[in-house]
């Protein structure tokens, strides 16, 4: 029998409700093959995703390639310096032209020497001559539709999709003076089949109920009771944020509690006592603190399993300053106990919800986000619900 029932679906109300009403999303939610395959076509083929930074890809001929949905891409530089996305399955008998990153001119796949330019164009097909009506035209590597967001590269497998930058306009104010366009990205690290659902990672990156209760001491700095949640969720947007303040300026996710990179300039006082944190499902979790930028890229595998890249932005500055590959070994090592606490954390919540005894729960206020985040989900459920 399927899991996708009306009763299911009716089920949601009570999670969109105000937080102070509402209770958690259904724990099957979390766990059925059934369920992640709905998501992958009612969610995952119809958002946006982000796909890395443009900055992996800064000249032409550079490229990388990603598994998204389970669809190989690639994404390049093309000659007009413009950032495309593409397929990567050969469209004469499916094999991948490309599953790895580099520098090229044209793409040529192994198997039978097609070749593609670097925006996807079939440029030669060998010993095609005797194929009636047959147009190298006709067979290009299919396009995705891409767009830049604060230096993100994001595609989108519907060419008249709607943009994304707009549904993203209310967290912008908050990243204005870290100009994350030009923000450096020392490298990026993948953490692979982490053993819960996609859906569980959203929640506990924006969950500022277990801020200082999980990580208490090292993240005391930026306690729960200080996180704020300062625009409500509205259908037409695609991100859900938060504020959390500091008890000191300059905070910092380390052993020192305090910032140990430069300063990004032109952050104000304001901004520089607090940090935020941000969700742009289903693929991106983002959050800035005054020396530091940190993002997640979420690439779901199955019900109960993700990849995860992780990397961090700082200002050009910081790679100037003479001890930064120090700081940054410090940095980074304060990180990996969050990052540690939280993988404890999220695979026993995800065996908790294989559980008979797994419960919908109900919220504190500093779980306002995720009430956002099941607003956001069940709008899509309801759009791509099947009918019997």
């Known amino acids: 029998m399927s899991i996708l029932t ?17 209770v958690t999303m259904p724990p099957d939610i979390y766990t059925s093959p059934e369920f992640f395959d709905f998501e992958r076509g009612a969610l995952f083929s119809h958002e946006w995703l982000c796909v890395g930074r443009a900055s992996r890809i800064p000249n032409v001929g550079d490229y990388f390639t990603a598994t998204i949905n389970n669809e190989p891409i690639i994404v390049a530089r093309a000659k007009d310096n413009s950032v495309r996305a593409f397929s990567s399955v050969c469209q004469h008998r499916g094999m991948q032209v490309a599953s790895d990153a580099g520098n090229c001119t044209k793409f040529t796949c192994p198997y039978h020497l097609w070749t593609y330019d670097l925006t996807g164009r079939l440029l030669g097909a060998p010993a095609m001559e005797r194929t ?3 147009d190298k035209q006709d067979f290009p590597l299919p396009p995705l539709k891409v767009e830049l967001w604060q230096g993100f590269v994001f595609v989108h497998f519907h060419l008249d999709a709607e943009p994304l930058g707009p549904s993203l306009a209310t967290y912008e104010p908050y990243l204005a003076n870290y100009d994350l366009h030009t923000a450096v990205c020392p490298g990026t690290f993948t953490l692979t089949d982490l053993p819960w659902n996609w859906k569980v990672m959203f929640e506990n990156f924006n969950d500022g109920y277990h801020a200082n209760r999980l990580h208490h001491t090292i993240q005391d700095f930026c306690p729960s009771e200080l996180a704020a949640f300062p625009v409500p969720y509205t259908e037409s947007s ?5 504020t959390n303040g500091y008890t000191h300026i300059d905070g910092g996710f380390n052993a020192t509690t305090k910032a140990l990179m430069p300063i990004f300039p032109k952050l104000t006082e304001q901004e520089r006592w607090r940090s935020t944190f941000a969700l742009m499902p289903p693929s991106l979790c983002f959050g800035t603190a005054p020396d530091q930028a940190f993002f997640f890229i979420v690439r779901p595998k199955t019900a109960d399993t993700i990849d995860v890249e992780i990397g961090y932005l700082f200002d050009p500055s910081a790679l100037q300053h003479p001890m930064f590959d120090h700081l940054f070994a410090i940095s980074d090592a304060g990180v990996q106990v969050f990052v540690q606490q939280d993988q404890d954390a999220t695979t026993k919540v995800q065996r908790g919800m294989h559980s008979r005894y797994a419960a919908r729960g109900r919220y504190s206020w500093q779980e306002d986000c995720h009430v956002q985040f099941n607003r956001w989900l069940v709008q899509r459920y309801r759009q791509y619900w099947p009918h019997s």
């Open 6 to 22: 009306p009763e299911l679906l009716s089920s949601f109300d009570q999670s969109v409700v105000d937080v102070s009403e509402a």
């Open 132 to 134: 009636l009506n047959f």
């Open 238 to 242: 695609n991100v859900m944020f938060r």
